[in-house]
């Protein structure tokens, strides 16, 4: 099987430095989990995800608790076609994974899956079954980076229209890592789209006491938003 893998890889894979050192560590250490994440990687810069997603599940025999595979391969064929089974898998990953490295890469995934689906890009995970799996993320504590899966969780929120659950995810994100003002200046914007300026404002209110010293642009656009709430009463 090992051979086999290594074998494949070099038929497929365009060679650069990154590569060889990829293919001696393959020969080198066959069982490694590193080097096969490495090929995983090498594979999906260069378009090849078949290949990718077969690096990943060598991870996973390797060492059966990484299952982040599962997650993976949503985010590969979110484009094209994922069936329902595999949702159902990487949601299930999710919630459960134990792993801590895979557990990280299953948030990167969900990220990109989200970002990917809000510019219409990921037409194969609908809107529900995103936020299950943003869901799973939320409720997995093994999936640290609190701040991050908050302002996941909340975008996906706001696709379905469950504004307030949104506006609460959008605030502890926010809260919880003032410096990136990305998921407030979100909110206020979902706030003013839905009509609820005067919500919006209470927002911009405990924006303008956080601590935080922010750059010329961000507080200019703070500026510009207090305006706002100040002509609007």
């Known amino acids: 099987l090992i051979i086999f893998s290594f074998q494949t890889f070099y038929r497929t894979i365009s060679w650069s430095s990154e590569e060889n050192f990829a293919a001696t560590q393959l020969i080198n250490h066959p069982k490694s989990e590193r080097t096969h994440n490495l090929l995983a990687q090498i594979a999906f810069k260069q378009g090849k995800r078949e290949l990718a997603l077969s690096e990943l599940e060598q991870v996973s025999r390797i060492n059966p608790a990484d299952t982040s595979y599962h997650v993976l391969r949503v985010l590969a064929w979110c484009q094209d076609t994922v069936s329902e089974k595999q949702?159902?898998?990487a949601i299930k990953t999710t919630a459960t994974i134990q792993h801590r490295k895979s557990a990280r890469s299953v948030l990167y995934a969900i990220r990109n899956i989200e970002y990917l689906h809000s510019n219409g890009q990921c037409p194969a995970v609908s809107r529900e079954n995103l936020l299950h799996l943003t869901t799973s993320m939320v409720n997995?504590?093994?999936?640290?980076?609190?701040?991050?899966?908050?302002?996941?969780?909340?975008?996906a929120l706001a696709a379905n229209n469950r504004l307030n659950e949104a506006?609460?995810?959008y605030l502890k994100a926010w809260r919880?890592?003032?410096q990136n003002l990305q998921p407030v200046f979100e909110l206020i914007q979902l706030l003013r789209d839905n009509m609820r300026v005067e919500e919006s404002c209470k927002v911009i209110e405990e924006l303008l006491r956080s601590p935080i010293s922010y750059n010329n642009n961000d507080?200019?656009?703070?500026?510009?938003?207090?305006?706002?709430?100040?002509?609007?009463?």
């Not at 507080?219 to 009463?233: G, H, M, P, Q, V």
């Open 167 to 169: 506006k609460t995810f």
């Open 219 to 233: 507080t200019i656009k703070i500026d510009s938003l207090s305006a706002s709430c100040l002509r609007a009463n």
């Open 87 to 89: 949702i159902v898998d």
């Open 140 to 155: 997995n504590p093994v999936i640290r980076n609190e701040a991050l899966k908050y302002h996941i969780h909340a975008r």
């Open 176 to 178: 919880l890592k003032q």
